[in-house]
């Protein structure tokens, strides 16, 4: 059985941080690449962060570069998103996305972040 649990989400205030996981089962972790979405009411769910099976290459949304880190732990079967200075726009469901090769892609149900004063 395939899951992706993400977890790391909350309310926090501009300019903290937030550390996102994303832990995955029932599937050759080390094969998929992963990736980072997001989603707001009303927005269609936009791509924040990736990384290569092997991590070797990231890719960020402009918005988001400098400020967040997409990584992975292939032996833990997890990827993370570190999110620094966080600003009231990255409000949104994160959600955990698994693909190979755009044949098999799974998603987790998502982990809500806001960003408030």
């Known amino acids: 059985q395939v899951q992706l649990v993400e977890s790391g989400g909350g309310l926090v205030q501009p300019g903290w941080s937030l550390r996102l996981s994303c832990a995955a089962s029932?599937?050759?972790?080390?094969?998929?690449?992963m990736s980072w979405y997001r989603q707001t009411p009303g927005k269609e769910r936009e791509l924040v962060a990736a990384i290569t099976s092997a991590g070797g290459t990231t890719n960020y949304i402009d918005s988001v570069k400098g400020r967040f880190t997409i990584s992975r732990d292939n032996a833990k079967n997890t990827v993370y998103l570190q999110m620094n200075n966080l600003k009231p726009e990255d409000t949104a469901v994160y959600y955990c996305?698994?693909?190979?090769?755009?044949?098999?892609?799974?998603w987790g149900q998502g982990t809500q972040v806001t960003i408030s004063s």
């Open positions: 996305n698994a693909d190979w090769g755009g044949l098999f892609v799974y």
């Open positions: 029932g599937f050759t972790f080390s094969s998929y690449a």
